[in-house]
């Protein structure tokens, strides 16, 4: 009797863990992610803000709309902005509170001291559920600047990465 009562307790305990929902078709999805950088004088400093809205087609993809806001303060200069705004695409693996993504974005570059231009590349990242509709993500995005579909071909090689973290909410 005592091993059948210390059994029930420890799988009640253990539910919520197994229990995480996750997400299924039609779930939306937002989050909210921030990155920064300066020099080792804090004489150029760079913020960012950025926010995504997306929809699970089905528990393992989705389509989405992300937003990216960036602030570049220079010494002696105006604090300039400049923006970017992709629709993506994400695969995610797994079914646990940890499950990777890879994915593809595509969209615009614009700001004050920006060309302004098309961007597109793939992306891969993490999600990590601490609640049932509450997650951690990492991301990392390669980023290439074209002006056309030929021009993509050539640019491709001439990329930058981007890092992000963040929280998301499911709902």
Do not use: C
């Amino acid at each position: 009797m005592n091993r059948l009562f210390k059994m029930s307790i420890l799988a009640v305990a253990v539910a919520p863990a197994i229990a995480l929902a996750v997400p299924q078709a039609g779930d939306r999805e937002i989050t909210l992610s921030g990155a920064g950088s300066s020099d080792k004088s804090f004489d150029d400093t760079v913020f960012s803000v950025q926010g995504s809205w997306g929809k699970y087609l089905d528990e393992s993809s989705m389509w989405g709309i992300r937003q990216t806001i960036n602030a570049r303060d220079e010494e002696g200069e105006s604090v300039q902005f400049d923006g970017s705004t992709r629709v993506f695409y994400d695969y995610h693996f797994g079914s646990g509170n940890t499950r990777p993504f890879v994915g593809l974005s595509l969209g615009g570059l614009y700001g004050e001291e920006v060309d302004e231009t098309f961007m597109g590349g793939p992306e891969v990242g993490v999600k990590y559920w601490v609640q049932d509709k509450t997650f951690i993500t990492a991301m990392a995005e390669y980023q290439f600047l074209f002006k056309s579909g030929s021009d993509a071909r050539d640019r491709y090689d001439d990329g930058a990465f981007f890092y992000s973290v963040g929280l998301g909410y499911n709902f």
